[in-house]
Nanobody, 124 residues
Framework: QVHLVESGGGLVQAGGSLRLSCAVSGRPLSAYRMGWFRQAPGKEREFVASISRSNSISRYADSVKGRFIISRDNAANTLYLQMHILKSEDTASYYC?????????????????WGPGTQVTVSS
């Protein structure tokens, strides 16, 4: 069983930065493609970013491209999401996810394990 726990969320002013972390336990992080998703109140969960097992391929939603950076430290079993130039529309609960499926990485059901989420609130 794989266990994921996010941290690093909080309240930040628009234009600020935050770094989210996702600690993975139970199996090596290197076994999984990883992703970040978010869900705002009243909205569906949406893709934010993903990164391949080998750390060689990353993908971003258009809404965060150029502002967010996904990275992974397989030795530390930790996934990161560095967020810059935060906007009020980035306010959401952020979830990390781990999966073994191939194919498009922006689809939630392709991930097998999820963390409980961490709240990010951006004040304008």
């Amino acid at each position: 069983q794989v266990h994921l726990v996010e941290s690093g969320g909080g309240l930040v002013q628009a234009g600020g930065s935050l770094r989210l972390s996702c600690a993975v336990s139970g199996r090596p992080l290197s076994a999984y493609r990883m992703g970040w998703f978010r869900q705002a109140p009243g909205k569906e969960r949406e893709f934010v970013a993903s990164i391949s097992r080998s750390n060689s391929i990353s993908r971003y939603a258009d809404s965060v491209k150029g502002r967010f950076i996904i990275s992974r430290d397989n030795a530390a079993n930790t996934l990161y999401l560095q967020m810059h130039i935060l906007k009020s529309e980035d306010t959401a609960s952020y979830y990390c996810a781990a999966g073994v499926a191939t194919g498009p990485s922006d689809i939630a059901h392709r991930y097998d394990y999820w963390g409980p989420g961490t709240q990010v609130t951006v004040s304008s």
